[in-house]
């Protein structure tokens, strides 16, 4: 609603960003530049970048509209942790990386783990703010604790280590790993484009949503699940990458206002920059050294959530 | 009758009930305010008029029909609420909120008057000078106005305000009154809960008048604001002397001694 041009604008520029990095990280790297290490190699690797960029960005816009979060990522509440654990079960059960079953089994763990949070966070039918992101530290826990225990114990996860979960990598990103993400992750942007309206209107807090006539309940699990889609496609593939879906919507909203399919749509661009960049300096920073992506990310996003943390604080007047 | 509520019970926490077994009836074209003490229940009956609580026992019915009938959009379509939560998360702007007035008719043919409807309740509402800003750096005045006209837009014949006066002042409450009479010359029908006696005296027809958890009385503004059922309902001695405003609405002067 606000300003459609700017958002245009701001679309626009972050598309040819996104070309631009795209060029980039086709062409440079450790390796000679072939076009078979191009098309095998780099070329999945950067589609999953921005696949994965996309997911994690729209999944934050998700998170935070529904449950009028300005904290909410899908790292931060147990989402990813509650994915990658699926997929180190997968495996353990015999299925392929980079597979649909994979991600099949992270989207059921990582649904599991978003309602465990959500239930824990309830509180005379509010969920609260700071209670989600304390339950998603324990769920995170759990899950990086169970996972490492699956894979100390069998070789299932092969030369995935407990750090390639945690802190995320692109380096196993195959054509397969692309097409075990797409299919979940273009199901959760449907999703999320229908619900973005209503996610508008659920700031009015539920029961002026009710009375607005969205179907607040049904809103809220749909959108949780899209999240959930969007999350858990790319976790699957190339482990936990944190702060994300925190910044990059937060960013957006400074500049183009809160308007959710704006938001979205601009987002998921921007989802898909960042990430690419943070793949392009992970690989090429420390070259032939590479820095696990999420390390990127952390290293910018940590900072952010603590000065939000401050503001969201201060607007409720502390937490005793 | 447009709205009825039989029998409604609605339990609270540790066993007790906010309603109980409660029966209200609104008439077409009334100005039904809904009054009584802190903790009578007046915000859960709001609750349950307007289909956001459901009842744990007992019926509502809008025009004869369940209200559990109805699907949450076409309910919105009937009847419009102003709650008491004012807040909105995220930086969303005042011309935004309005615009969600709206949203239930998305995809109607009414969709078409959209425009119109909302910048006629910019300026019943009188908000026009508010509308770039973004609502949560407003005052509980203003943000009051802007989820009146948001209420207003949403364009239905039957409307609740629970405690619309609650964030005004002086000026405030006559900008408020003027308004609500405008929406119920328009022929709307109106549910408002307010703690100004002397105010919903002068400004409704008809009262429903809430004591612990029930309905001590009900029916047209004289019959009820009287020292005896106020006294009972408020559990204290209370004084009713009626007077006349300056442009001619009686209103009822109500003290406790």
């Keep these: 609603m606000k300003n459609p041009g700017r958002s245009w604008i701001v679309g626009i520029a972050l598309f040819i960003t996104l070309s631009v990095l795209i060029a980039v990280s086709l062409n440079f790297g450790a390796a000679s530049t072939d076009s078979v290490v191009i098309w095998n190699i780099r070329l999945p690797r950067t589609i999953a970048a921005t696949l994965v960029g996309v997911g994690l960005a729209s999944a934050g816009v998700l998170l935070q509209g529904s449950l009028r979060n300005p904290l909410a990522d899908p790292a931060l509440v147990g989402v990813s942790a509650g994915a990658a654990l699926g997929a180190v079960l997968g495996a353990a059960i015999g299925l392929p990386f980079n597979s649909i079953g994979v991600t099949s089994v992270a989207v059921v763990t990582s649904s599991i783990a978003m309602a465990f949070v959500l239930w824990v966070s309830r509180s005379n039918g509010r969920i609260e703010v700071v209670t989600v992101l304390l339950s998603g530290i324990a769920v995170s826990a759990f899950g990086a604790a169970a996972m490492s225990i699956i894979i100390s114990t069998s070789n299932a996860a092969g030369t995935r280590s407990v750090s390639f979960w945690t802190t995320g990598s692109f380096s196993l990103s195959n054509w397969s790993g692309v097409n075990a993400m797409w299919p979940a992750i273009a199901i959760g942007m449907v999703l999320a484009f229908f619900l973005a309206p209503s996610l508008d209107l659920l700031a009015l807090g539920d029961e002026g949503a009710h009375a607005s006539g969205v179907a607040v309940s049904r809103v809220r699990a749909l959108a949780l699940l899209a999240a959930v889609l969007l999350t858990a496609a790319g976790v699957a593939v190339v482990g936990v990458i944190a702060f994300v879906g925190l910044v990059v919507p937060h960013a957006v909203r400074l500049v183009i206002g809160p308007s959710h399919r704006q938001l979205l749509v601009v987002s998921a661009v921007g989802g898909a920059v960042v990430l690419l960049l943070a793949d392009t300096i992970a690989r090429l920073a420390l070259s032939p050294i590479e820095i696990p992506v999420g390390s990127v990310t952390a290293i910018v996003g940590a900072p952010v959530f603590f000065v939000m943390l401050g503001r969201a604080r201060n607007r409720q007047g502390g937490w005793a | ?257």
């Design chain 2, 1 to 257: 009758m447009i709205l009825v509520a039989k029998k409604c019970t609605v339990s609270g926490e540790s066993g007790q009930f906010r309603l109980d077994r409660v029966d209200v009836a609104v008439g077409q074209g009334e100005m039904h305010a809904v009054i009584g003490p802190n903790g009578a229940g007046k915000s859960t009956l709001m609750g349950i008029l307007s289909g956001i609580i459901t009842p744990d026992s007992g019926t509502v019915e809008l025009m004869d029909s369940p209200l559990g009938d109805l699907s949450v959009r076409e309910l919105a379509r009937s009847r419009a609420v102003l709650g008491q939560e004012l807040a909105v998360s995220f930086g969303f702007t005042v011309a935004e909120v309005v615009a969600w007035g709206r949203a239930p008719w998305r995809g109607t043919k009414e969709a078409s008057s959209d425009q119109e409807k909302i910048e006629l309740a910019i300026r019943v509402a009188e908000i026009a000078l508010l509308c770039d800003r973004r609502i949560n750096q407003l005052s509980g005045g203003e943000r009051k106005r802007v989820h009146i006209a948001r209420v207003i837009a949403q364009d239905c014949p039957l409307m609740f305000f629970d405690e619309p006066d609650s964030d005004l002042d002086l000026v405030g409450t006559q900008q408020l009154d003027e308004t609500l009479r405008t929406l119920h010359q328009g022929g709307r029908t109106l549910v408002v809960s307010s703690h100004n006696l002397s105010w919903i005296s002068g400004l409704s027809t008809h009262v429903t008048l809430m004591g612990e958890h029930e309905v001590v009385a009900a029916g047209p503004v004289r019959k009820v604001f009287t020292p005896e059922l106020l006294s009972q309902a408020y559990q204290t001695k209370i004084s009713v002397t009626w007077s006349t405003d300056a442009r001619g609405h009686e209103f009822a002067i109500c003290t406790s001694s």
